[in-house]
């Protein structure tokens, strides 16, 4: 395979720009490819068959435009669908879910209770309790699902009271009491990082998926020796429904001026 080919990545709508963003900002070389599904979106509302369904046709497209790796950037669609994509193509490309990385990061660690926040699909598929309970069975693994979250931010309120009281309603559940880390499972989460962080008053590591998928990325293209190391990388950005708000909320997401195309593959 030829190096020069782009790189796919796909999320349910724009929350995977933060992943985008770290792999062009660690590889700044590689061509991009970005597929949000912004016609359906939220994935993190819909069943696993719907996501697995969605997840397959868009792996396609984003074969058609040759990709040598397909990242799965949204954590609804990595829990739901990262098998049954390999079991489809991967002879076809490599694959890199935005679970594993995190769960890599987590399992080499000390940390004794680790909290997960997501949506309501990924909480449900238990992929980072069950990954975790095989990787690091001594780590207490409890979930939360946030569902308040995704629209909040794309909304724009991640910086004001609104946002504060939705995260601190959140945070202070029993369950996610005595943590040493918090996950952030969506690909949305890292635009409130700080404000999560500053709950915590710096006393628990917030984690999101962004640079941990970028070098898993980036050691899974050397493994194979599909590094591109000639030029500069060119990106396209195609979603499914085009919006002006998409648009205008991509400014929120991405460092630098994304052109969004519409594409109709349904
Ligand atoms: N990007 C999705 C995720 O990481 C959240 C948005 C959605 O529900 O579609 O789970």
């Given at each position: 395979?030829?190096?020069?080919?782009?790189?796919?990545?796909?999320?349910?709508?724009?929350?995977?720009?933060?992943?985008?963003n770290?792999?062009?900002?660690?590889?700044?070389?590689?061509?991009?490819?970005?597929?949000?599904?912004t016609?359906?979106?939220?994935?993190?509302?819909?069943?696993?068959?719907?996501?697995?369904?969605?997840?397959?046709?868009?792996?396609?497209?984003?074969?058609?435009?040759?990709?040598?790796?397909?990242?799965?950037?949204?954590?609804?669609?990595?829990?739901?669908?990262?098998?049954?994509?390999?079991?489809?193509?991967?002879?076809?490309?490599l694959?890199?879910?935005?679970v594993?990385?995190l769960?890599?990061?987590?399992?080499?660690?000390?940390?004794?209770?680790?909290?997960?926040?997501?949506?309501?699909?990924?909480?449900?598929?238990?992929?980072?309790?069950?990954?975790?309970?095989?990787?690091?069975?001594?780590?207490?693994?409890?979930?939360?699902a946030?569902?308040?979250?995704?629209?909040?931010?794309?909304?724009?309120?991640?910086?004001?009271?609104?946002?504060?009281?939705?995260?601190?309603?959140?945070?202070?559940?029993?369950?996610?009491?005595?943590?040493?880390?918090?996950?952030?499972?969506?690909?949305?989460?890292?635009?409130?990082?700080?404000?999560?962080?500053?709950?915590y008053?710096?006393?628990?590591?917030?984690?999101?998926?962004?640079?941990?998928?970028?070098?898993?990325?980036?050691?899974?293209?050397?493994?194979?020796?599909?590094?591109?190391?000639?030029?500069?990388?060119?990106?396209?950005?195609?979603?499914?429904?085009y919006?002006?708000?998409?648009?205008?909320?991509?400014?929120?997401?991405?460092?630098?001026?994304?052109?969004?195309?519409?594409?109709?593959?349904?």
């Open positions: 395979m030829d190096s020069n080919r782009p790189i796919g990545v796909f999320d349910s709508g724009i929350g995977g720009l933060t992943v985008a770290a792999i062009r900002e660690l590889l700044p070389k590689e061509n991009i490819v970005y597929f949000g599904d016609a359906h979106l939220p994935y993190g509302e819909k069943s696993a068959d719907a996501i697995r369904y969605y997840c397959i046709r868009i792996s396609k497209f984003l074969l058609e435009h040759q990709c040598k790796m397909i990242v799965i950037a949204c954590n609804s669609a990595s829990s739901a669908a990262y098998d049954i994509l390999l079991d489809f193509f991967k002879e076809r490309s694959f890199v879910s935005v594993d990385p769960v890599d990061l987590v399992a080499s660690s000390d940390y004794k209770k680790v909290g997960v926040i997501a949506t309501k699909a990924t909480v449900s598929s238990n992929a980072y309790k069950n990954k975790l309970a095989k990787a690091a069975p001594q780590i207490n693994v409890v979930q939360l946030t569902p308040l979250l995704v629209p909040m931010i794309e909304e724009g309120f991640h910086k004001d009271d609104i946002s504060q009281q939705i995260i601190t309603k959140y945070l202070s559940k029993p369950a996610l009491k005595n943590l040493d880390a918090l996950l952030l499972a969506c690909t949305h989460y890292p635009l409130i990082k700080k404000h999560i962080e500053s709950y008053e710096d006393k628990v590591d917030v984690i999101d998926s962004a640079s941990p998928v970028a070098r898993a990325v980036q050691t899974k293209l050397k493994e194979n020796n599909l590094l591109n190391i000639v030029g500069v990388g060119e990106q396209r950005f195609f979603v499914s429904d919006t002006k708000s998409f648009d205008e909320t991509t400014r929120i997401f991405y460092n630098e001026n994304v052109s969004l195309e519409e594409v109709s593959i349904w």
